[in-house]
T-cell receptor
Framework: EPEVTQTPSHQVTQMGQEVILRCVPISNHLYFYWYRQILGQKVEFLVSFYNNEISEKSEIFDDQFSVERPDGSNFTLKIRSTKLEDSAMYFC?????????????FGEGSWLTVV | DAKTTQPPSMDCAEGRAANLPCNHSTISGNEYVYWYRQIHSQGPQYIIHGLKNNETNEMASLIITEDRKSSTLILPHATLRDTAVYYCIVGGYGQNFVFGPGTRLSVLP
């Protein structure tokens, strides 16, 4: 069964450093997402991406964050100047279309620890 | 904010059916009900979705009331590996999925 894959599975970074989280969405999917989950809290929407541009973003997704689809397969989340409160699990997701019956499929996540 | 309300936790005996309720009284006509689960801190795993008819797949059954204001996810024979947080999500065309706190299901031996 096709799946969303994410790398790295775990990254530890110094506060103030830049981090790039990578994702390979399911191959025929057109819509891409990043969510995050701080330990013990709920899964939160960050951003959605379609046709090489952001289609929606949450209040969390400020100028510190950016997303990119640098080639036909990868989808990345960049966090500039990381803060302690950025420590969380980051989930990438993809969807074939946004028709109401289309399901969003999630990757296993990248656990980011900022020290 | 999530458009659904779920009990925060439930217990179920191993081998018995687990029935997880969800209220979505403000659901609109073109919105589907989706169910996901999350085991530990793994990525949310898709279980099932439906619009108004009851649905069944290899993992679970979804029962949606006739007025569509509530639904129940049924795991017919719960195992210890079904212990997880279960999320009920309402989503329509072009909408991103909004997660609530979900129901923490504990399957007990």
């Amino acid at each position: 069964e096709p799946e969303v894959t994410q790398t790295p599975s775990h990254q530890v970074t110094q506060m103030g450093q830049e981090v790039i989280l990578r994702c390979v969405p399911i191959s025929n999917h057109l819509y891409f997402y990043w969510y995050r989950q701080i330990l013990g809290q709920k899964v939160e929407f960050l951003v959605s991406f379609y046709n090489n541009e952001i289609s929606e973003k949450s209040e969390i997704f400020d100028d510190q964050f950016s997303v990119e689809r640098p080639d036909g397969s990868n989808f990345t989340l960049k966090i500039r100047s990381t803060k302690l409160e950025d420590s969380a699990m980051y989930f990438c997701a993809s969807r074939a279309g946004t028709g109401a019956g289309n399901t969003i499929y999630f990757g296993e996540g990248s656990w980011l620890t900022v020290v | 904010d999530a458009k659904t309300t779920q009990p925060p936790s439930m217990d179920c005996a191993e081998g018995r059916a687990a029935n997880l309720p969800c209220n979505h009284s403000t659901i609109s006509g073109n919105e589907y009900v989706y169910w996901y689960r999350q085991i530990h801190s793994q990525g949310p795993q898709y279980i099932i979705h439906g619009l108004k008819n009851n649905e069944t797949n290899e993992m679970a059954s979804l029962i949606i009331t006739e007025d569509r204001k509530s639904s129940t996810l049924i795991l017919p024979h719960a195992t210890l590996r079904d212990t997880a947080v279960y999320y009920c999500i309402v989503g329509g065309y072009g909408q991103n999925f909004v997660f609530g706190p979900g129901t923490r299901l504990s399957v007990l031996p």
